[in-house]
């Protein structure tokens, strides 16, 4: 390999690394100081991508217009993120952390209609930087001037964020918050105007990510979920809070990628092996490296012990009467609900939509509510389901029945080999690692074109004969739905269903019994992955095709809207949210093109008003009419 070439892509690897560093830098200095996991912070990435777009067309002629407008953008970028943090999460520091991650995520929404209702769908493509248009020889080689400008911005924010947080009053009080929030209060600081500042300066960095990438990448709708998966890797990978470590973690993935690229192809025993395909899960490798070796990051440090544990929930009970008899009746209109397809031919369709995603949904709250088990890739299980039945019916010439007998087996497989290193982590840790492991299996189907079909996906999985005939097909998969929500909750009432909780509420009392922790929750992955891998397999029966998209992060995030919309401390909370959330929107989408907006407002709304989930909200009503208006200690059903 030529080595002046290899060194000319590990230059244009330090550019990259320049972009993901911004971003990510902002992202840490968020959850160092407010605790909070901004999911919109790549939507602020893809808004300043846009706002320095328009600016730089109108006053870009002049470097003096372009680089002001970068910086006008990345300013602008920040009075939104103020703005945000005064309306919205300020209102919800005290909440559960997953309930700010449904927060954020409505945000995303909401950015992302605000942007294509501004620009418009098409992708747009910022003028060149004035004087900065052409290239420079660098080793006998051709290289963007521009990208020159990149790898410096990098240090220099480096450096200017260090002086801030070093040799400041401000950057003294964000490094108290990072390390004790509660004493910073006691001594009188105001802790809301810090966390806005923090905000405002986060959101800054994240929108002069995008602003300099005006002349190198297109503003896109897609921009970000891509981007937030990439900062959350940097951040987690060097340090929660540590923004140093996030400079090194954007280096070493950046250059991993930039060599995986060089390089090429590489022989073992004669046999070529491409490593291009890498460049898509480098980024995830590495972080799944660091987390099972060090897993609170380079230079990130241990938590310290928590000064008091969190309340215990109150014990599961069995259903009341009148929650048996409300899922007898649902039983009932879903039988039915056939002999009304002539009136509602589209019915069915959503029923059985709505039955998947149910199903989906209560195997991801299985292991997260009773379990304690936080996972972002839960898509990974469902998307390796769905594959599995495609594959076994395609490529093996098994019976459709068959196949979709098997396709859980291969999701609990995936389960089993990523649960292994997952349960070993905590907290967020472990959250990422989950993402980690999706991001890897998505990257892999994504380009293992000879067998997955690669981005066009495997098409012609239809049912058998037998079960396209009629409503068969619906009733298949309202048994299994049901079946496997009756099951999940039948193990949650046996022994092995209280050791999950005993570990998730007192894991060193649990040891100290002689409960193998570790042992409980790695079983309880894999009970969830078979069950998402029997959703996703009957999703793919009932569309026809399936592609890498069930397994994206946007699939794992609807399943985390879902549990936390109906509630997650309530075993009926993944039915309401799964149901609630795919009947919207399913409504919206039809009705407007500006959907994902109008389900954000919805879901913003329903987490201010109905803070523990929707089931949540009628468990307590029916607990205060029990009492006779007074409040009755929460018995989730």
């Not at 209609?113 to 080689?141: F, K």
């Not at 979920?225 to 951040?235: H, K, M, S, Y």
């Amino acid at each position: 390999m030529d080595l002046s070439a290899l060194l000319v892509q590990l230059l244009n690897g330090l550019a990259e690394a320049s972009t993901l560093f911004l971003v990510a830098c902002g992202l840490s200095l968020i959850f160092g100081v407010t605790r909070i996991v901004n999911f919109a912070h790549g939507s602020l990435y893809m808004a300043g991508l846009y706002v320095a777009y328009s600016l730089t067309e109108r006053y870009g002629a002049t470097p003096l217009g372009f680089w002001g407008s970068t910086l006008l953008a990345a300013a602008a970028i920040g009075l939104l993120g103020a703005i945000v943090e005064l309306a919205l999460l300020r209102r919800i520091y005290r909440a559960p952390e997953l309930l700010q991650l449904l927060a954020t995520f409505a945000l995303v929404l909401l950015i992302n209609d605000a942007a294509l209702a501004i620009w418009g769908p098409e992708d747009l493509l910022g003028r060149r930087a004035p004087g900065l248009g052409g290239s420079v020889t660098v080793l006998q080689r051709q290289f963007p001037a521009y990208s020159l400008v990149l790898i410096a911005v990098g240090p220099i924010v480096l450096c200017l964020l260090w002086l801030l947080l070093t040799r400041t009053r401000w950057g003294l009080l964000v490094r108290a918050a990072t390390q004790d929030r509660e004493m910073l209060g006691a001594l009188g600081v105001n802790q809301g105007w810090l966390f806005t500042s923090v905000f405002a300066l986060g959101a800054a960095l994240a929108g002069l990510a995008g602003a300099v990438q005006v002349p190198r990448e297109p503003a896109s709708l897609g921009l970000d979920l891509r981007t937030i998966g990439d900062a959350f890797v940097v951040v987690v990978v060097g340090g929660m809070g540590s923004i140093p470590g996030a400079y090194i973690a954007a280096l070493l993935i950046a250059e991993i990628k930039a060599l995986c690229i060089a390089i090429g192809t590489v022989r073992l025993g004669g046999v070529a092996f491409s490593l291009a395909p890498l460049t898509l899960a480098a980024e995830f490798l590495v972080m799944a490296v660091v987390l099972a070796v060090r897993p609170w990051g380079l230079l990130g440090r241990p938590a310290p012990p928590a000064r008091a544990t969190a309340p215990v929930e109150a014990p599961l009970r069995p259903a009341s009467r009148g929650m048996r008899l409300l899922a007898g009746a649902l039983l009932v209109v879903l039988i039915a609900l056939p002999l009304a397809s002539d009136r509602f031919p589209y019915a069915v369709i959503l029923a059985t939509d709505i039955l998947i995603a149910v199903l989906f949904a209560a195997s991801l709250h299985f292991i997260m509510g009773p379990g304690g088990i936080h996972s972002f890739g839960h898509a990974a299980y469902f998307g390796l389901g769905a594959y599995g039945a495609a594959l076994l019916l395609k490529s093996l010439t098994l019976p459709m029945e068959a196949a979709l007998a098997l396709a859980p087996l291969a999701a609990a497989a995936g389960a089993l080999v990523f649960g292994w290193f997952c349960v070993r982590l905590s907290g967020v840790y472990l959250a990422m690692l989950t993402l980690a492991f999706a991001q890897i299996v998505w990257s892999v189907v994504f380009q293992w074109d000879g067998v997955t079909g690669g981005s066009n996906g495997v098409t012609g999985v239809w049912p058998s004969d037998l079960l396209t005939t009629g409503y068969a097909y619906y009733y298949l998969t309202l048994a299994s739905s049901a079946g496997g929500v009756w099951l999940l909750r039948r193990i949650l009432f046996s022994p092995f269903g209280y050791a999950m909780r005993a570990g998730r509420d007192s894991p060193l009392r649990s040891d100290a019994i002689g409960l193998d922790v570790a042992r409980v929750q790695w079983l309880a992955f894999v009970i969830a992955g078979g069950f998402a891998g029997l959703a996703g397999a009957l999703y793919a029966f009932s569309k026809g095709s399936i592609a890498p998209d069930v397994m994206a992060v946007g699939k794992s995030v609807d399943g985390l809207v879902m549990v936390l919309l109906g509630g997650i401390q309530a075993l009926a909370g993944p039915v309401a949210g799964a149901a609630v959330y795919t009947w919207l929107q399913d409504s919206i989408m039809r009705a407007t093109e500006y959907w994902r907006a109008l389900l954000g407002g919805v879901i913003l709304l329903l987490v201010l008003a109905f803070p523990q989930g929707i089931a949540g909200f009628a468990r307590q009503l029916a607990d205060r009419w029990r009492a006779g208006g007074t409040p009755a200690r929460e018995t989730p059903q």
